[in-house]
């Protein structure tokens, strides 16, 4: 198991008697699991999504990485934890608005310990699989708002994370683009990565192994993703006769 949860709470205190937005979560994700998180807006996916990642500190319950548990974490160790085994991808970018493409890139890679060859050669591997290779030297500015959503999955992969955390990794998308993304999405679980990944959109969560919806902070359903067998194609056999 990389992840799971008890009993995960979340209560803002801001509100005159608090705002439960996640109540007694509990939910695992396997070795190499794809899974979507869905359910609607206020719902507390993006919350949750959070709280997995160390942004938010939960009020309660656990939080466990490859069996340690790390919702008990100061900041720092967060910090080094994402660094090393956590990629993720925020609904609104967060690039870094004085770097180029290349450095929002390569820099999660050179946290983590990769030796700058490396890192530059990941770089270029995400960029060409998400059609960016000519905006290397771009600052991220220079970009419409799909092109930076998939920099911030190229910098969210580049580490080469145990766990991809995604926060609408297609809200932002052209068709063209979403095809872009799902693809790389894809090979990253193909290569083995887990991915917890929040989406509206039902074609994004039908790529999925299991969808979990979550509804006013609680898990309302968790199924596995049903796929309709392709048709096998009928073999013919062809029999030549020789006298």
Known sequence: MILHTKSLRKVYRAEPHGLEAIRGVTLEVGQGEFVAIMGPSGSGKSTLLHMLGGLEPATTGEIWLSEQRVDNLSPKHWAILRRRHIGFMFQFFNLLSNMTVADNVELPALLAGATPKHARKRREELLEDLGLSAKASTPPSRLSGGEQQRVALARALANEPTLLLADEPTGNLDSASSRDV???????????????????DARVASRADRVINLFDGMIADDAPVLRIPQPVKAVRTVVELTS
């Open 182 to 200: 799902l693809k790389l999405i894809a090979k990253a679980h193909r290569n083995g990565q887990a991915i917890l990944l929040v989406t509206h």
